[in-house]
Structure formats: structure tokens, C-alpha cells
Nanobody
């Protein structure tokens, strides 16, 4: 079993900052991609940022220049620094890991349970 646990969500005023963290556990040998998705009320889940194993990062256009995603491949952690937050960033943020080698198993994908970020106007 692979578990992803997020922390760091909360309520912040528009223009403020928050930092999300996620730790993966479960006898993990390797994770290919690791990052964050979000789901706003009434909307589909969308990619926020994803860091590949070789270190390249893909960001949603809506967060470029404001969010920074960083990953520690040794610790199997990923963080999301969110600056200049606005009301459109309000969502449940989910940690995601893809192509996970853990023990004798390979998992295509794993998700955290999500952490709520609320940005007040």
C-alpha cells in the first residue's frame, strides 16, 4: 500500500501565501512523477503542478509565476508554495504520485485525501 498525506491547507486572504506539503509512505523504491491537482466546487479536478523524476515541472497556466512546486526524491515528499492567492484558487488540493514502485508492486497512481485551501476576497 502507498499512502500520500497532505498538510498545510487553510484559510488565507487574497494576496496571501500558503505552503502545502505531501509525504508518501509505504516501502517506496521509486516514484516517477509527483505533484498536485485541485478541485474547486462544481468543477473537475485539474492539474496544478507536476514534477517529473528528471526534475522538470509542468504548471497549469493559471498558476504560473505564482506557485512553485518542489520535490525531494529521497524523502518522497513534494511541496507547493502558493503566492498571490486569489479566490479562484479556492479548492481542495490533492497530492498525486504516478508510476510508483513499492515492494514487489507497481502502482500506476496514488492520491492523497486532499487538503482544503480557502481564499477570502
Amino acid at each position: 500500500q502507498v499512502h500520500l498525506v497532505e498538510s498545510g491547507g487553510g484559510l488565507v486572504q487574497a494576496g496571501g501565501s500558503l505552503r502545502l506539503s505531501c509525504a508518501a509512505s509505504g516501502s517506496i523504491f521509486r516514484i516517477n512523477d509527483m505533484g498536485w491537482y485541485r478541485q474547486a466546487p462544481g468543477k473537475q479536478r485539474e492539474l496544478v503542478a507536476l514534477v517529473t523524476r528528471d526534475g522538470s515541472t509542468n504548471y497549469a497556466d493559471s498558476v504560473k509565476g505564482r506557485f512553485t512546486c518542489s520535490r525531494d526524491k529521497v524523502k518522497n515528499t513534494v511541496e507547493l508554495q502558493m503566492n498571490s492567492l486569489n479566490a479562484e484558487d479556492t479548492a481542495v488540493y490533492y497530492c498525486n504520485a504516478k508510476n510508483i514502485k513499492a515492494g514487489i508492486h507497481t502502482y500506476l497512481e496514488a492520491w492523497g485525501r486532499g487538503t482544503l485551501v480557502t481564499v477570502s476576497a
